[in-house]
T-cell receptor, first 111, second 109 residues
Framework: SQTIHQWPATLVQPVGSPLSLECTVEGTSNPNLYWYRQAAGRGLQLLFYSVGIGQISSEVPQNLSASRPQDRQFILSSKKLLLSDSGFYLC??????????FGSGTRLTVV | RKEVEQDPGPFNVPEGATVAFNCTYSNSASQSFFWYRQDCRKEPKLLMSVYSSGNEDGRFTAQLNRASQYISLLIRDSKLSDSATYLCVSYSGYSTLTFGKGTMLLVSP
């Protein structure tokens, strides 16, 4: 069966510090991968998605970036965090048009 | 531009009650629809897909009205464990889903 791993679960980082969140999927190949952010009291916002190694589509211009160095690995990064980057970051994978499976999320607080 | 809109609630209902949520979507090209459930501080989990003919899964019934561009979720015989936020979701292609902000349901004893 397929599983998705996301870490860390919580993170407190100072403004201006770098960020690296990692997500890996097991039990499937060539999945579609996604990074979403959910800010307090707001809906899920798609940040990036990838349909293959090295293929990254950005939905929202910001100081975040994503990379997919391996088929089942998706990384979200920032060189310098802003206070507004605080939120609940969710990685997800899908095989087709629905049935997204989310990782357990990373709760990021920028202080 | 908001593509999927939901009443944020909260909907406060007693155990055993029937409750219905609606959501509207603005993109007429939306192809598929889903309901996700999100518990407090947890990740969303797929509850059910929504088909044009309507579909039922136990106490849950989902309906799609393409003419009016709305989707509904009906929960019968509410349980305390149904307390959560319910996210309405549309798929319009390009491998991405659009999420509503969710409707909060609180079921009380």
């Amino acid at each position: 069966s397929q599983t998705i791993h996301q870490w860390p679960a919580t993170l407190v980082q100072p403004v201006g510090s770098p960020l690296s969140l990692e997500c890996t999927v097991e039990g499937t190949s060539n999945p579609n991968l996604y990074w979403y952010r959910q800010a307090a009291g707001r809906g899920l916002q798609l940040l990036f998605y990838s349909v293959g190694i090295g293929q990254i589509s950005s939905e929202v211009p910001q100081n975040l970036s994503a990379s997919r160095p391996q088929d089942r690995q998706f990384i979200l990064s920032s060189k310098k965090l802003l206070l507004s980057d605080s939120g609940f970051y969710l990685c997800a994978w899908s095989r087709d048009t629905g049935g997204y499976t989310f990782g357990s999320g990373t709760r990021l607080t920028v202080v | 531009r908001k593509e999927v809109e939901q009443d944020p609630g909260p909907f406060n209902v007693p155990e055993g009650a029937t409750v219905a949520f609606n959501c509207t979507y603005s993109n007429s090209a939306s192809q598929s629809f889903f309901w996700y459930r999100q518990d407090c501080r947890k990740e969303p989990k797929l509850l059910m897909s929504v088909y044009s003919s309507g579909n039922e899964d136990g106490r849950f019934t989902a309906q799609l009205n393409r003419a009016s561009q709305y989707i509904s979720l009906l929960i019968r015989d509410s349980k305390l464990s149904d307390s959560a936020t319910y996210l309405c979701v549309s798929y319009s292609g390009y491998s991405t889903l659009t999420f509503g902000k969710g409707t909060m349901l609180l079921v009380s004893p």
